[in-house]
């Protein structure tokens, strides 16, 4: 299920707002403060965020700025100001798309679902090797002809790998990636979750040909398998 986030102060507008988009089979989350918004990012990870300008305390074009440091989740800007000078602030913060107070309904659901498509277009490539095959989009994966089950964690550090194919990526940036940026010193997790995946996809886990190590630095994905000399394997 599509999971959204919305980011606003005013109660009775959040509480009606997220009714009509659970009623549209969304699972919809809610922060009422910039603060709550952005732990709400790191630990669930939305697929697309909705959020007010005027937040109590850190507005939404600061939320913006945190967020985009270590995240590219589309965001949706809601302002009760229809200043063209806000949306250009906004876009120019970080935003993906702006949309003034009051609105119909149905045109945010509209940019919504644009939103949604632009994302699922962008980032869910099919990726085939000699050894198994991944749907990102889908979040089907198969190796020897099976079926493979992996966890919501193991796509979203499949996804960041694919998506820097043939780059190290470096453990830091995996984990604020994927964990959020509270994680980033719990290296641990990136050692243990890349070796369970390993066991899953890799025909030989003990000599990876797919998901290498560069010692010291972090990890990479490869489409065509190295030499077993030239791959590492921790």
């Known amino acids: 299920m599509t999971r959204l986030l919305v980011v606003d102060d005013e109660q009775p507008f959040l509480r009606a707002l997220a009714i009509s988009l659970r ?18 990012a790191a630990d669930e990870h939305p697929d697309l965020i909705v959020l007010d300008l005027g937040l109590p305390s850190m507005d939404g074009i600061e939320v913006l700025r945190q967020l985009r440091v270590w995240s590219a989740v589309p965001v949706l800007v809601l302002s009760a100001r229809s200043d063209v000078t806000d949306a250009i602030t ?5 935003a993906d798309d702006f949309l003034a107070k009051p609105f119909a309904i149905g045109e945010l659901l509209a ?3 644009a939103q949604l498509r632009r994302t699922a277009t962008e980032r869910s490539p099919v990726v085939v090797t000699d050894a ?8 089907v ?15 979203r550090l ?13 453990q830091t940036e995996l984990l604020r990636e994927v964990w959020g940026p509270r994680y980033v010193d719990e290296h641990d997790y990136v050692r243990v979750f890349v070796a369970t995946l390993r066991r899953k996809l890799e025909p030989d886990p ?5 998901l290498l190590t560069s010692r ?9 398998p190295e030499p077993l000399a030239a791959a590492t394997g921790t």
């Open 23 to 40: 009623a549209q089979d969304y699972e919809v989350l809610v922060a009422a403060t910039g603060e709550h918004g952005l732990a709400l």
């Open 90 to 94: 906004a876009l120019d913060a970080g």
């Open 111 to 113: 940019r919504i679902r």
């Open 132 to 139: 198994f095959q991944l749907d990102l989009g889908a979040r």
């Open 141 to 155: 994966a198969t190796a020897a002809d099976h079926d493979v089950h992996l966890t919501a964690t193991e796509w």
């Open 158 to 170: 499949l996804d960041v790998l694919v998506h820097q194919e043939g780059r190290v990526v470096p």
């Open 206 to 210: 003990s000599h990876p040909r797919y």
């Open 216 to 224: 010291g630095l972090g990890y990479r994905f490869v489409r065509v």
